[in-house]
Nanobody, 113 residues
Framework: QVQLAESGGGLVQAGGSLRLSCAAS????????MAWYRQAPGKQRELVAL???????NYGDSVRGRFTISRDNAKNTVYLQMNKLKPEDTAVYYC???????WGQGTQVTVSS
């Protein structure tokens, strides 16, 4: 059974940085595409960043150039480095195992102006 556990969310001022982590278990992590999504209050869940097993990346337009997705296969962990945060980045951030369509429980990120 695939399980994902996010961590690293919190409260930060605009312009600051946070790094989210997502630890995976129950999967052959190295061959699985992973992604980060986010959902703000009253809005649909949206793709933030995706990373394939081969290292290809895709970013949402609103975060491209500020956020970076990466993975450590030895630790079964995917990261989201978020820089130059804006109040509009405030949301619950979810990790997703694309292959198994499994979601983590989410971690709250709040950016104050």
């Amino acid at each position: 059974q695939v399980q994902l556990a996010e961590s690293g969310g919190g409260l930060v001022q605009a312009g600051g940085s946070l790094r989210l982590s997502c630890a995976a278990s129950g999967t052959i992590f190295s061959i699985t595409a992973m992604a980060w999504y986010r959902q703000a209050p009253g809005k649909q869940r949206e793709l933030v960043a995706l990373l394939t097993s081969g290292g290809s990346t895709n970013y949402g337009d609103s975060v491209r150039g500020r956020f970076t997705i990466s993975r450590d296969n030895a630790k079964n962990t995917v990261y989201l480095q978020m820089n130059k945060l804006k109040p509009e980045d405030t949301a619950v951030y979810y990790c997703r195992d694309i292959q198994h369509s499994v979601w983590g429980q989410g971690t709250q990120v709040t950016v104050s102006s």
